[in-house]
């Protein structure tokens, strides 16, 4: 079992990477930023609770995200390996994920230099109601405007992806998320890719990194 882990900044592309290699290689992809959009949109009682968390920017307790993801990780559908997009978010994240145990762990650090490439590509990001494929108006533009390629659903913008909650989230991943790749580093299974060049050309850094 392959874990690949996507850290980086919002907007360094881990989603939109993920999607990819998850399709390439038939790895799952495990994104807990869309599992939470799923349950604040279900309007259940949880997601009432995690609505406003997400929409200022901020992280929700470690203890739903841990025993979601635990869930997942531990699925039946997933053999050959899993893509964590998102998690984990902080330090203790990171340590309940390493108490599951896999074959090979790489952590893929995409690095984005700028903050302005930031707050560029998350204003102009569009995601499918539907099915959660990511665009973005100006570098990954729907074939027909407002309609995903891949399902023919709708695209929206996402409720944080706005300026005040952008810093916020920025912000929350200097302060908490961050330090989490000094941790892979010690651990000796940490891999940088400059995220600022094209997705082809991160695709093909990481293609590498897993051959
Ligand atoms: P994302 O789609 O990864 O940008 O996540 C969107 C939002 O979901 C974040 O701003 C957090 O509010 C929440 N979230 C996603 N993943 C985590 C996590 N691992 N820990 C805590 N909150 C998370």
């Known amino acids: ?10 907007g ?15 790895y799952k992809k495990i994104s807990t930023g869309d599992l939470i959009r799923a349950e604040v949109k279900s ?33 039946k559908y997933i053999n050959k390996g899993y893509i964590m997009d998102g998690f984990p978010r902080n330090i203790n994240q990171a340590k309940e994920l390493s108490k599951i145990e896999v074959d090979r762990e790489v952590v893929i650090y995409l690095k984005v230099g700028n903050e302005e490439v930031i707050f560029n590509r998350l204003l102009s990001r569009e995601i ?10 100006k570098n990954k533009p729907p074939k027909v405007e407002g309609v995903c390629d891949i399902c023919g659903g709708i695209l929206e913008k996402r409720t944080d992806d706005n300026e005040g909650t952008i810093e916020e989230r920025l912000r929350v991943y200097i302060e908490v998320t961050k330090p989490i790749i000094k941790y892979y580093e010690d651990k000796g299974v940490l891999y940088r890719v400059d995220a600022s060049i094209s997705i082809e050309e991160v695709f093909k850094k990481i293609g590498e990194i897993l051959n």
């Open 12 to 26: 360094a592309g881990k989603g939109t990477i993920s999607d990819i290699i998850e399709k390439k290689y038939n």
């Open 128 to 137: 499918c109601k539907n099915c959660e494929a990511i665009f973005n108006t």
């Open 43 to 75: 309007n259940s009682i949880i997601g009432e609770k995690l609505r406003p968390i997400v929409d200022k920017g901020e992280l929700v307790s470690d203890d739903i995200i841990v025993e979601i993801v635990k869930k997942r990780v531990t699925s």
């Open 1 to 10: 079992m392959l874990r690949i882990i996507f850290l980086g900044a919002p």
